[in-house]
């Protein structure tokens, strides 16, 4: 969980860490994390508009099927909360600064 503030990371058993002092093995892990977890808000959201009676008309179809190409296309970092997105750019910059590789 992050912590407001740029530079904590909290860890489940409610640890405080730097994030200039958290190994690479868990910076990665946590990269990885956060990466999984928008990607299935993503997901969960994308089958929430397919959920129900769908569009009705050429325009509404369009504009719906226009929706849900953007949210597929979106970068994972959008379905961060605005609160947060500060905090993983900072993590992103360490774990470069550190070289590490954690995008698949």
Known sequence: MLVKGNEFWVTKEKKRLRIRDIDDGHLVNILRFLRRRCEA????????ML??????GDAACMAFDA?????????????LPKDRR????NLEREAA???LKWQQ
Request: proline share 6%; aromatic share 6%.
């Open 41 to 48: 808000i993503r997901t969960h959201r994308s089958l929430q």
């Open 51 to 56: 959920e129900g009676p769908g569009p009705r």
């Open 67 to 79: 929706e849900l190409d953007h949210m597929e296309s979106c970068s994972w970092r959008q379905f």
């Open 86 to 89: 500060d905090q993983v750019r």
């Open 97 to 99: 600064k550190r070289g």
